[in-house]
């Protein structure tokens, strides 16, 4: 069986104490066909201090979920679905079953623009530079003239 899950992705828990639950997958073991979303099915681990300056607290952090307890929530339609895959340029996508939105298109998308935004920084770098040299030769001129 191929993981239908992947970090990232917003599930929704649909067995167990956290029922009816839904969020982000912050850890993915597919081994063993655990999960871990945040804030979702919080554990205690208890942290005994070895020192003075080591206090004793208590940790709370993520715990498993098992993979079968929970239904992926598709980005685009917010539904709870199950998935279909399809090949996408030879690699394998997961699409929703309900409205068959691209998942993992829609991944790749998101990071685009940052990638953008750092080709417009650099452009408006080259710009400012281009114009104080301009400025400096209108000085220059300007000094010429007085002289
Ligand atoms: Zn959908």
């Not at 409205?99 to 940052?114: L, V």
Request: hydrophobic share 30%; net charge positive; with cysteine.
């Amino acid at each position: 069986m191929s993981l239908r899950i992947k970090k990232g992705d917003t599930v929704k828990v649909i067995a167990g104490r956290d029922k009816g639950q839904s969020g982000k997958v912050i850890a993915v073991d597919p081994e063993n066909e655990l999960i871990k979303v945040e804030n979702l099915n919080m554990v205690s681990r208890h942290h005994k201090g070895r020192s003075a300056q080591e206090q004793s607290d208590i940790i709370k952090m993520e715990g498993n979920i098992n993979i079968s307890n929970v239904m992926l929530v598709c980005p685009s339609c917010g539904k709870t679905t199950r998935i279909a895959a399809v090949e996408v340029d030879g690699k394998k996508h997961r699409s929703c079953k309900k409205c068959g939105f691209d998942i993992d298109a829609a991944k790749k998308a998101e990071k685009k623009p940052e990638g953008k935004k750092r080709a417009t920084k650099t452009s408006t770098a080259e710009k400012t530079e281009k114009s104080s040299s301009r400025v400096k030769r209108t000085r220059k001129s300007d000094a010429s003239k007085t002289e």
